[in-house]
């Protein structure tokens, strides 16, 4: 069975400083990850995902099949990013995404 | 404008009452999903659809039922709701393009039951 941990759930941190929300994943076969976001009065959005191997709004995240990790990553906080931010992942032949418990982040000014 | 609606956005309702919660997309996707999140807690897929007349159940057990009559909707159905009903529901729908599924989510229905 698969299974995604995101053992934070409330990361404070201040404007401008480097920012990591850790995401573990458990599955046998070759995953695909992805990191959504809910803004504050907003609905559930697709924020990146590591087959694109892309940066949105600064943010980067690296698969580490080794580790099975999908950590996301900002060098530089900002307010706007203030958010619940879930890690899911989709397993080979079934779209239906498995999500972690979420992690709130709170950057303050 | 292409979007994912659900209806209604919070329900409060008694023990015992039947209630169906809509989704409807116009996005023109085939697959379409139910999810159930508790306050704090992640998404839990109670159902999912890869067309018409094609459900299946998902991850969490759900006393909930859907159905896939038409592409755009996927309705879910509670007959005698219940207080461990009570929760979140995100409906969802997705498109693959090139490869890659993209799940787009709609803005969720809050239900209480007293």
């Known amino acids: 069975a698969q299974r995604v941990t995101q053992p934070e759930k409330l990361l404070s941190v201040f404007k401008g400083a480097p920012v990591e929300l850790k995401c573990n994943y458990s599955?046998?076969?070759?995953?695909?990850l992805f990191w959504y976001v809910q803004y504050s009065r907003q609905r559930l959005q697709l924020l990146l995902r590591?087959?694109s191997r892309e940066s949105i709004k600064g943010f980067t995240a690296d698969l580490n099949k080794g580790e099975t990790s999908f950590h996301l990553k900002k060098p530089f906080a900002q307010e706007e990013d203030s958010a619940m931010y879930y890690c899911a992942l989709s397993s080979t032949g079934r779209r239906a995404l498995t999500f972690g418990s979420g992690t709130r982040l709170q950057v303050q000014p | 404008e292409a979007d994912i609606y659900q209806t209604p956005r919070y329900l409060v309702i008694g023990t015992g009452k039947k209630i169906t919660l809509e989704c409807s997309q116009t996005?023109?996707?085939?697959?379409m999903y139910w999810y159930q999140q508790d306050p704090g807690m992640e998404l839990h897929l109670i159902h999912y659809?890869?067309?018409?007349?094609?459900?299946e159940k998902g991850d969490l057990s759900s006393e909930s039922t859907v159905s896939r009559i038409r592409t755009e909707h996927f309705p879910l159905t509670l007959e005698s709701a219940r207080p461990s009903h009570t929760s979140q529901y995100l409906c969802?729908?997705?498109?693959?393009?090139?490869?890659?599924?993209?799940?787009?989510f709609g803005p969720g229905t809050r239900l209480l039951v007293l």
């Open positions: 969802a729908s997705s498109e693959s393009t090139g490869g890659r599924e993209t799940q787009y």
């Open positions: 599955y046998s076969g070759s995953p695909e």
């Open positions: 659809s890869y067309g018409v007349n094609s459900t």
């Open positions: 590591h087959i």
């Open positions: 996005m023109g996707h085939d697959k």
